[in-house]
């Protein structure tokens, strides 16, 4: 990999929370790629995955995170590179020959068996004499010790989910691998295992590696988050920063909703801790350093959340029409045109503030640190899921 990467110069030094380099027990890809007959699915990289962390790989389909995930399983074999757990180098092992488990999206209990049996399993194999033990605390920690005697088909989506963790988790592996294990599940459940799965990680304090293409789901449970695109590591860090500070407009576009606005930065025109910049003849403040080194044609981005219906919201102001209105419960979500064809998304908390009606002519205000700004040399829609203009 090339030196200049700046992901590669990144994650040699920032996935640790804590400041240490890599110990005993962290997870390492060390220059791993993956090439086959037609295509790179993952490009070369470095990558370190604190031992006992949540870490999330997120991305869209065909990013190269499911194919990362089973390099490390031991499921691929890298075209280059190597993976280590500590100082132990697994590169080359048989998957049974290294100790990691994956929990998969189709659950793969044996139906025949009992949940206790299931759980066992692996134990029972390797001729553990507290296999049935170990089992009751692995279904105890996943809440399920009750339901030991029956068969998975007399399960829920959620309990059999369960089921399959504690059987993934009772051998103790030192790296677990979750492959889009909530997938199956509907909205209200899959939130509620978001929730159990955090709580159980943080128990054991085991490794996770979560891969998955859902944003919520990988913000609500990981510490780290290495957002892949085009077999790349576009960004890492934790879930605030990404959300708050992305580095690409395919990051500010993947994870929520982005308003970005083209202006220029206007010379010799910061002040304190903001700059000017201008867009459509308007001047905008953002916060000089949200301002990528050396660039003057950016992207200027807002959250939909961020702006305010009105002018008590910051220094930053531009007039609209609210063109659409849609009312979610929690909140009202504004389309709101600006008078050179922009829309522009507003998201505001139905906490009794009186709401605008269709048609109105409203003012949008942000604070200049509730902004981020992006080299405009980028690709606008990168990150998006619709093909529309976001950009104007």
């Known amino acids: 990999m090339a030196t200049t990467d700046p992901v590669t110069q990144q994650s040699k030094t920032a996935p640790r929370s804590d400041g240490r380099q890599a110990d005993i027990g962290d997870l390492r890809l060390v220059g791993i790629s993956k090439e086959f007959d037609t295509f790179t699915a993952v490009q070369p990289m470095d990558l370190v995955v604190p031992a006992g962390s949540f870490f999330a790989l997120l991305g869209p389909s065909g990013c190269g995170k499911t194919t990362t995930l089973r390099m490390i399983a031991g499921l691929e074999q890298p075209t280059e590179g190597r993976i280590l757990i500590g100082d132990r180098d697994i590169t080359g092992t048989k998957p049974y020959q290294r100790n990691v488990n994956t929990v998969f999206q189709s659950?793969?209990?044996?139906?025949?068996?009992?949940?206790?049996?299931?759980?066992?399993?692996?134990?029972?194999?390797?001729?553990?004499?507290?296999?049935?033990?170990?089992?009751?605390?692995?279904?105890?920690?996943?809440?399920?010790?009750?339901?030991?005697?029956?068969?998975?088909?007399?399960?829920s989506g959620g309990m059999q989910q369960r089921v399959a963790l504690a059987r993934a988790i009772v051998n103790r592996p030192d790296v677990l691998l979750l492959d889009e294990p909530l997938g199956a599940l509907d909205l209200k459940?899959?939130?509620?295992?978001?929730?159990?799965?955090?709580?159980?990680?943080?128990e054991v304090g085991l490794t996770f590696i979560h891969v998955t293409h859902d944003q919520e789901e990988a913000m609500t449970m990981a510490d780290t988050i290495a957002v892949m695109n085009a077999g790349r590591i576009e960004q890492l860090g934790d879930p605030a920063t990404l959300y708050e500070r992305p580095a690409s407009t395919f990051v500010a576009n993947f994870l929520g909703q982005s308003n970005l606005l083209r202006a220029t930065v206007v010379p010799?025109?910061?002040?304190?801790?903001?700059?000017?910049?201008?867009?459509?003849?308007?001047?905008?403040?953002?916060s000089r350093d949200h301002l990528p080194d050396g660039v003057t044609e950016i992207f200027l981005g807002v959250r939909p959340e961020k702006l305010r219906l009105g002018e008590s919201g910051g220094p930053n102001r531009l007039r609209g029409t609210v063109s659409d209105v849609s009312f979610t419960g929690v909140a009202t979500q504004y389309i709101v045109s600006l008078p050179w064809g922009r829309e522009l998304t507003v998201v505001q908390q139905n906490d009794g503030t009186a709401r605008a009606a269709l048609g109105e002519n409203v003012t949008l205000s942000w604070a200049a640190e509730h902004g981020f700004a992006l080299d405009a040399s980028q690709d606008a829609d990168a990150g998006a899921d619709s093909g529309e203009e976001l950009v104007s």
């Open 107 to 155: 659950y793969a209990l044996f139906p025949h068996m009992t949940v206790r049996d299931n759980v066992a399993f692996g134990l029972r194999r390797k001729r553990d004499k507290d296999a049935m033990r170990k089992a009751d605390e692995a279904l105890e920690l996943v809440q399920l010790e009750s339901v030991g005697a029956k068969r998975p088909a007399q399960l």
């Open 189 to 202: 459940l899959r939130r509620q295992m978001q929730i159990e799965l955090k709580r159980i990680q943080s």
């Open 268 to 286: 010799g025109s910061a002040t304190g801790d903001v700059v000017t910049v201008r867009s459509h003849d308007t001047d905008l403040e953002v």
